[in-house]
C-alpha cells in the first residue's frame, strides 16, 4: 500500500537526517489524515491508494503554483525549497503521459466529437484527462487542446 509505504519513507528520512523529504512527507501525511476527515473518516483509518494519489496529485500541483508564483516574485530561494519538495512528491506519483500521448488522446477525442470551436475547450480537455486517467499535466493538455483546436 501506498500509504504505508510513505510512512515507512517518512521513517528512514529520520534515520537518514533527510530534513526536506522528512518535512515534505510529514506534510503529505497530514493532508492524508485531512483527506480522511474531509470524507467524514476517522483519522486513524487507511486511504486506499487511489485516494492517495489524488492528494499527491494535488499537492504537486500546489507545489507547481508555487514554484511559479516565487519564480515571478523574484524569490528563488523559496522557489528552490518547493522544487525540492515537488522532487519527492513526484517520487510517488504515477509516471505522467508524455506530449505526444497527450496530443494522441487529443486528436481521438477531436475526431470522436467532430466540428469543435473554442467555446468547447473545457470539454475537450476533460474528456482528454479522463481518456489519460489523470496521468496528465493539466497545463500541457490545455496547451495541446488550444494548439489543436486553433
Known amino acids: ?35 480522511l476527515v474531509a470524507q467524514k473518516r476517522k483519522p486513524d483509518e487507511v486511504l486506499e491508494d487511489d485516494g492517495v494519489l489524488s492528494v499527491i496529485k494535488r499537492l504537486i500541483k500546489q507545489r507547481k503554483d508555487s514554484i511559479e508564483q516565487f519564480t515571478n516574485g523574484g524569490r528563488d530561494d523559496l522557489a528552490d525549497n518547493e522544487k525540492a519538495e515537488l522532487a519527492v512528491l513526484e517520487h510517488y506519483a504515477p509516471a505522467q503521459a508524455s506530449k505526444e500521448q497527450i496530443e ?14 473554442q467555446s468547447k475547450m473545457g470539454i475537450v480537455i476533460g474528456m482528454v484527462m479522463k481518456e489519460l486517467q489523470g496521468n496528465a499535466d493539466g497545463a500541457l493538455v490545455k496547451e495541446v487542446v488550444s494548439e489543436k483546436i486553433q
Request: proline share 0%.
Open 1 to 35: 500500500m501506498l500509504y504505508e509505504k510513505i510512512k515507512e519513507d517518512m521513517k528512514e528520512a529520520l534515520k537518514a537526517r533527510d530534513s526536506v523529504r522528512l518535512t515534505t512527507l510529514r506534510g503529505l501525511l497530514g493532508a492524508i489524515t485531512n483527506e
Open 104 to 117: 494522441n488522446a487529443v486528436d481521438s477525442v477531436l475526431q470522436s466529437m467532430g466540428e469543435v470551436d
